[in-house]
């Protein structure tokens, strides 16, 4: 197989994982090509975010603004079967009902979800689309780019994690199959996606805020230290979930105070 037959591979292997998106049947999977996948993760996250924008455009052609925010919303949920939506549902059950390191792996399993679990996808859910609604207040255009940029560095920021962290030893991990012989390579390209999108923003804006994840990814790895000692699958679903709502808010602070 030529090289860039395997890189498309393995971009289709990432796509399969993390999406619902149908893989075509010549592409196969295996722990390898699952563990070098890891170098695209935030390339999904380009690709949900520029779909679920397509739904926000032509959306909000027919309906409210806040009603297209919904539906685009809706798509990214549908695209990746609420994938880190349940991490962020999980880990708050988890580490908010648990005190010792086996209960909090324990309650994480549990499919059930508590009231620290829900309360915590509710609220996530409602910051998101209010924030995605005030940036669209301003142009429709900034919530597209927004939902672009949210969904892309959310994910690089998510899996970075893999590169420097240990992994909780738990079975039932959605991370199983990709926490080990991530390369250094795979983490240059992971993190170039990255700085790809951030040439959507100008480059004070995007220095700003990539000083603001990088500091939010320092806080997440002592939580996450102090919590488990390392990750589970669900806890890369909450940083994920966390690092997006994060996005979010730096650009409404930076976007909807200078169009002000």
Known sequence: MSALKTELALVWVAIGYFTRIPVPAWVWTDQQRLNRASRYFALVGLLVGLLSALVLWLSEQLWPVGVAVILAMVTSLLLTGCFHEDGLADTADGLGGGWQLADKLRIMKDS??????????LMALLLKWQLLSELAQNSVNFTAIALVLGHTLSRAVAASLMFTESYVRDEDSKSKPV??????????????????VCGLMPLSQAAVMLVVLLLARQLMVRWLRAQLGGYTGDTLGACQQLAELLVYL???ALWT???G
């Open 257 to 259: 105070g200078a169009a």
């Open 179 to 196: 926490v080990t012989a991530q390369s250094r390579q795979d983490l240059w390209v992971l993190l170039a996606t990255a700085l790809l």
């Open 250 to 252: 730096v650009l409404v």
């Open 112 to 121: 059930r979800i508590g009231s620290y679990g829900a309360a915590s996808l």
